[in-house]
């Protein structure tokens, strides 16, 4: 079946540093990605939606210059947190979706940041 | 993204039991889709049901549509400790953006 993969798995950073996090499908296209944030106990929250070769189409509240995604190419896409502080801290996860292979969206295992 | 409503937000319930939850939802949609996510994992997939579709099987699982009532469910049947996890729905309106649940977190005690 189609796998994302999303590494790394956490990180742990100091505050001011940027961090990247990469999410590849490893045997289909994604033609979409997704980017969520997921706070303990709560539901995803959307951050940006990528299609390929495209800028991210960022949600409403959603620094595009602080979270910034790029999807070069069918396989990755990235986000890159920039000049984290500790209120970035949080989980991360990426999906993707195949436009050949249905409404389903296949997940990444998700990126735990804590930013001290 | 404006959320769905799950309920029940969490749910314990004895190995063998069934378990049911439910989600609202408040626009047009052409399809709800069911996921699961262990602690600290992404989400995967179980199962989707399109607007013109009122049930859907698939294993232990059993999803309602009531388009009406704007509303779904997912029956779990004969629980296992394994299916220990949060469950959330997202319902994909006309413009093919994902809205999401809460979520209703499962405990199944062995």
């Known amino acids: 079946g189609a796998v994302v993969s999303q590494h790394p798995s956490w990180v742990i950073c100091k505050s001011g540093t940027s961090v990247k996090i990469e999410c590849r499908s490893l045997?289909?296209?994604?033609?979409?990605m997704f980017w969520y944030r997921q706070f303990p106990k709560q539901s995803l929250m959307l951050m940006a939606t990528s299609n390929e070769g495209s800028k991210a189409t960022y949600e409403q509240g959603v620094e595009k210059d602080k979270f910034l995604i790029n999807h070069a190419s069918l396989t990755l896409s990235t986000l890159t947190v920039t000049s984290a502080h500790p209120e970035d801290s949080s989980f991360y996860i990426c999906?993707?979706?195949?436009?050949?292979?249905?409404?389903?969206?296949?997940f990444g295992s998700g990126t735990q940041l804590s930013v001290l | 993204s404006q959320q769905g409503e799950e309920d029940p937000q969490a749910l314990s319930i004895q190995e063998g039991e069934n378990a049911t939850m439910n989600c609202s939802y408040k626009?047009?949609?052409?399809?709800l889709q069911w996921y699961r996510q262990n602690s600290g994992r992404g989400l995967v997939h179980l199962i989707l049901i399109r607007s013109n579709e009122r049930e859907k099987h698939s294993g232990r699982l059993r999803v309602t549509l009531d388009t009406s009532k704007k509303s779904s469910s997912l029956l779990i049947t004969a629980s296992r400790a394994a299916d220990t996890a949060s469950y959330f729905c997202?319902?994909?309106?006309?413009?093919?953006?994902?809205?999401w649940g809460a979520g209703t977190k499962l405990i199944i005690k062995p």
């Open positions: 997202a319902t994909e309106a006309a413009n093919y953006q994902l809205i």
């Open positions: 045997d289909f296209q994604a033609t979409t």
């Open positions: 999906s993707a979706r195949d436009s050949r292979l249905g409404e389903k969206l296949f």
């Open positions: 626009t047009s949609i052409n399809n």
